[in-house]
């Protein structure tokens, strides 16, 4: 700004006669960024596809990437971050309520059920608190918070109530 008067930097480059020189250094910047993230892509889908010769598979990542960029597809890109912290905040706080708290309460025990039904409705309820919390306040953490939190009370009840009711019997007691 002193040295134009200018609060633009695109402004104040091109004033000081650097705009090609400029130019050169933001397409080196993102191609040192793209160019990871397209090996990246390409490998992923290697693992895939085995059979697909490497320079292929990034060659068929970049073409898709670009043809997605073309469809306007970062317009969503925003609504769909926010939906997956939405979601990932509250398996976050099951994963580690079960590491640190459930696993010490009541042990190590491995269960046979297929589907840990405590989680689901615990990241659920998160969930939907999260959804309908005030902008004001931190979601995320509001949903890491409560979805630990229904996930220990939860556990607790369906452990008790999985528990055999022991009887005991009047006959030779004293």
């Not at 085995?50 to 597809?73: N, Q, Y």
């Not at 953490?141 to 996930?151: D, E, K, N, R, V």
Request: aromatic share 10%.
């Amino acid at each position: 700004m002193i040295a134009t008067g200018d609060w633009n930097p695109v402004v104040v480059v091109q004033n000081l006669g650097m705009g090609i020189p400029a130019l050169f250094f933001i397409l080196f910047a993102n191609w040192t960024t793209n160019h990871n993230l397209l090996y990246s892509s390409g490998m992923a889908l290697l693992n895939i596809f085995p059979r697909l010769k490497r320079w292929k598979s990034t060659f068929i990542c970049g073409i898709l990437g670009t043809g997605l960029a073309l469809t306007g597809i970062v317009n969503h890109l925003e609504s769909w971050l926010t939906l997956l912290s939405y979601i990932f905040s509250p398996l976050l706080g099951v994963v580690l309520a079960e590491l640190l708290m459930v696993g010490f309460v009541m042990g190590n025990e491995k269960s046979a059920v297929a589907v840990n039904f405590s989680a689901l409705i615990a990241v659920g309820m998160a969930v939907v608190i999260e959804i309908f919390l005030p902008s004001q306040y931190a979601a995320s953490l509001a949903g890491l918070t409560t979805a630990a939190l229904i996930y220990i009370l939860l556990k607790n009840v369906f452990h008790r109530l999985s528990k055999p009711n022991k009887t005991y019997c009047c006959r030779g007691s004293r």
